[in-house]
């Protein structure tokens, strides 16, 4: 079974690129502010929470795009040490929910720590109901993961046959998959997490 949540593009790249930034400091370390982007432009498209992007059309301009992260980066601005705890990102994006009104979409942590059965239960009820996850890796002990390491991304899908599970990545303006046990075992005590994003009173 393969399930797939649309996604839209920004030219060819699929979402938002941090590579975009002029500032150095957001190149860097811009990827909270990115992934926070490209979920709030995927509501308002998607979800319908039409408060929460600029964005009518899914025909947007790399330069609208990066208008836009100027406007969430107050709220998941780099940091020392990075955005790197699940309540960090949920703090700086209800904020960011408040600020445009929206009080029907709530935020909250599904930890690392959290076993692989129970996580592939939570990441197929979320897109099986239309709802991205972004997603917080610290360290990994696969160097074909390095690049995501530290680093904030979008998921997106999943696919699996038995017991053969993947799950879909978004970030860096590309969409790949990656066998889902080698992703979340990430060999490290100190790991990020899930942001569950639910509608509620």
């Known amino acids: ?13 699929f979402g938002g690129q941090q590579y975009w930034m002029p500032e150095f400091i957001m190149r860097l370390g811009g990827c909270a ?9 995927y509501l308002r498209l998607y979800k319908n929470f039409q408060r929460l992007s600029p964005f009518d059309e899914k025909n947007i301009s790399r330069e609208d795009y990066i208008n836009f992260v100027e ?7 780099p940091r020392w040490m990075g955005v790197n705890t699940l309540q960090l990102y949920i703090d ?3 904020k960011f929910l408040r600020a445009r009104g929206e009080k029907n979409l709530r935020l909250s942590s599904w930890f690392g ?11 197929k009820y979320q897109i099986d109901n ?21 680093h904030w991304f979008l998921l997106t899908g999943y696919d699996f046959s038995g017991e053969d599970w993947r799950v ?3 970030s860096y303006g590309v969409e790949r998959w990656f066998d889902f046990n080698l992703f979340w075992d990430t060999g490290f005590s100190e790991k990020g997490g899930l942001i569950i994003l639910e509608t509620g009173d």
């Open 113 to 123: 720590e959290y076993d692989s059965e129970s996580t592939r239960l939570i990441l």
């Open 33 to 41: 502010a990115i992934s926070a982007c490209d979920c709030a432009i």
């Open 130 to 150: 239309g709802y991205p996850l972004p997603c917080l890796m610290l360290h990994h002990k696969n160097p074909t993961l390095k690049k995501y390491e530290w």
């Open 1 to 13: 079974m393969k399930t797939e949540l649309p996604f839209f593009k920004v030219g060819e790249s």
């Open 71 to 77: 406007e969430m980066k107050p709220y998941l601005h």
């Open 168 to 170: 879909k990545v978004v």
């Open 92 to 94: 700086g994006f209800e």
